[in-house]
């Protein structure tokens, strides 16, 4: 369980979306309070009904949310590699956006050496 990694996940993707609290409520169902306290880590126990809104909106990965959250995953629908999850916390990627990740990362691997 990582509630604080729960949390910057779920507002780094509302964010990215351009979404206010209040817009999330509006597009979720779920309130801003609890959103609020989602991202802040204070629900120890995050409701898993909330968190399958959250991630159908944000476009987040279901399972890696719910092993944040702690609850347990399938062996088949867990994230195995480092990889796999930072892939999955960055949700939808425009084409612009990808070449400029590739781009950028190819820049930090020169810088490297």
């Known amino acids: 369980m990582d509630l604080e990694l729960l ?11 351009g979404w206010s609290l ?8 779920v309130s801003n309070a609890y959103l609020s306290q989602m991202e802040g880590a ?3 126990q995050p409701s898993p009904n909330m968190l399958h809104k959250l991630t159908e909106a944000y476009e987040l ?6 092993e ?3 609850y347990p995953v399938p ?7 480092t990889e796999h999850r ?24 020169t810088r490297k050496h």
Do not use: H, N, P, W
Request: charged share 25%; glycine share 8%; aromatic share 10%.
């Open 7 to 17: 949390g910057k996940t779920l507002k780094e993707a509302r964010t990215a979306l």
């Open 42 to 44: 204070k629900i120890k």
């Open 75 to 81: 062996e088949a629908a867990q994230f195995t590699t």
């Open 68 to 70: 944040y959250a702690g």
């Open 61 to 66: 990965s279901y399972a890696l949310v719910m």
């Open 22 to 29: 209040r817009d999330a409520e509006e597009k979720t169902g």
């Open 86 to 109: 930072f892939m999955s916390q960055l949700g939808r990627v425009s084409g612009t956006e990808q070449k400029a990740l590739v781009e950028y990362l190819q820049f930090l691997r």
